[in-house]
C-alpha cells in the first residue's frame, strides 16, 4: 500500500523507517512522526451506514437494525458515536416496524384503518420495504 502523506502535518516528506509487527514504518521528515500503514479493513457501503443512521432514528435498538440490514450492532453504535447522531427523546410515540415487498405495502396502504391515528414512513430495503409507524401510548 502506498503511503501519500504523513497522518499527523499530512506533509508529503517522509521516509522508511523499519518494519513494525510485519508492517513497514514510516517516519516524517517535517515532524518526525513515526507512522505505519493502515490496515485495510472490511468497509461498509455509504447506503448502508445512512440506513442504519437512518433505522436509528426511527427508534430502532442496535440488535434490531442489525438484524434487518445484517450489520454489527457494534458497527452502528460506533456510528451513532462518530456521527454524533441524537435520538428524539419522547414518551407519547412509540414505533413499530414491518418489512414488506411492494404488493405487501399496496394491499396495507388500501385499508384506511392503517392510516388513521399514526404517523407512518416507508423507505427501501434492498427489494423490500420497511414501514415504520408511530402511535400515540394509550394510557
Not at 13 to 31: N, W
Not at 39 to 54: C, F, T
Not at 61 to 75: A, D, F, M, W
Request: a positive charge; one cysteine or more.
Amino acid at each position: 500500500m502506498k503511503i501519500d502523506f504523513c497522518p499527523n502535518c499530512s506533509s508529503k516528506e517522509y521516509v522508511k523507517s523499519g518494519v513494525i509487527k510485519g508492517r513497514q514504518r514510516y517516519k516524517c521528515k517535517k515532524c518526525s512522526y513515526y507512522f505505519t500503514v493502515n490496515k485495510l479493513g472490511k468497509e461498509i457501503d455509504s447506503y448502508y451506514v445512512n440506513k442504519a443512521l437512518q433505522l436509528y432514528l426511527e427508534g430502532l435498538s442496535y440488535r434490531e437494525i442489525e438484524r434487518i440490514l445484517g450489520i454489527s450492532h457494534v458497527s452502528i453504535m460506533n456510528w451513532v458515536k462518530k456521527y454524533n447522531v441524537k435520538r428524539p427523546y419522547s414518551f407519547e410515540y412509540h414505533s413499530t416496524y414491518k418489512i414488506l415487498n411492494a404488493s405487501e405495502l399496496a394491499k396495507y396502504f388500501s385499508d384506511n384503518t392503517n392510516l388513521i391515528g399514526a404517523g407512518v414512513v416507508v423507505t427501501e430495503l434492498g427489494d423490500k420495504y420497511m414501514l415504520i409507524r408511530w402511535e400515540r401510548f394509550k394510557g
